[in-house]
């Protein structure tokens, strides 16, 4: 069985074979094999194998690093769908963060000018 | 590549964000009233220079970042190709020429939980003859500097032709 599963923006192929009592997964180039005890017992591998996103839509983060350069909202403000909530500069690029849903700012984390990180939590919404 | 070209708008990037165009489709006008570059400095745009943006296909950041330094080398290779003058690039985005700006481009992402829209403007200073006193020592155009009268939509049409094959390499 192949699989074509995008794992942080890239494409992986995951191949699952069964033979001789072992289960055999491949990912990309590097192979890992469970032996299956029983021989008919169904072993569980995508769980261990495929990290779960952690993806929380209460915050918003810095999606590359870079400077804050326009905060556009206030905490406690109502926010609509695809509203500007900050503006990121990267080093060459300008980046409008919006919401994908509606909701009010619980937060802010982040000043204008202020240098972030990737990942970065920079306002959390409710 | 569909052309969508205009004679006077405020930024080609501002029509392009407000549109709903498909992947590919090029913003032109002959004239920028709020042409901006990055930070928000902005953008002498008369009549003569070339802009426009590029609305991009959807792709991951770090690819958008790649592009946009590849669409520096583009543009200045193109000039050097066709004008026969040594530009040089000064990271992240502008194009010089005899120490004097003659280029820059600005790409801008829209971003909720991934990129949902990207736009890249190009502002190339072609056929402009005279520039304001504040910019007369830090600007310069083609025109001014090779004599020749440049044509627009024929480097347009290779600057994006160029990005576009550029896009292809980077994504495989």
Redesign the interface.
Known sequence: MKLNINIK?KKRIIEIKEGNGRIKVKIGKKEFSFKDKNGKEDISVAQTSIPKKK?SKKEIKA??AGII?KIFVKEKQAFKK?QKIVSL????????????FQGTIKSILVKENQKVKEGDILVILE | MLLKKYKSVSSTSIVAKKMNYKPWTVIWSEEQTLGYG???SSWFSPKGGLYFSIILPKN???D??TL??LASFVTAKIIKENFKVEPFIKL??DIFINQKKVGGI????????D??FSIMGIGLDTNIEKYPKELENIATSLKIETGKQVNNEKILKQIVKEIKNQLKIISK
């Open positions: 923006g993806f999606p590359i350069t695809n500069s990267a080093m060459k690029m300008e980046n409008e963060i919006v919401s994908d | 990055r930070k928000n991951t950041i770090q958008l970042q946009t330094i992240p985005n600005l790409t801008e992402n829209i971003i909720g939980q990129v949902k």
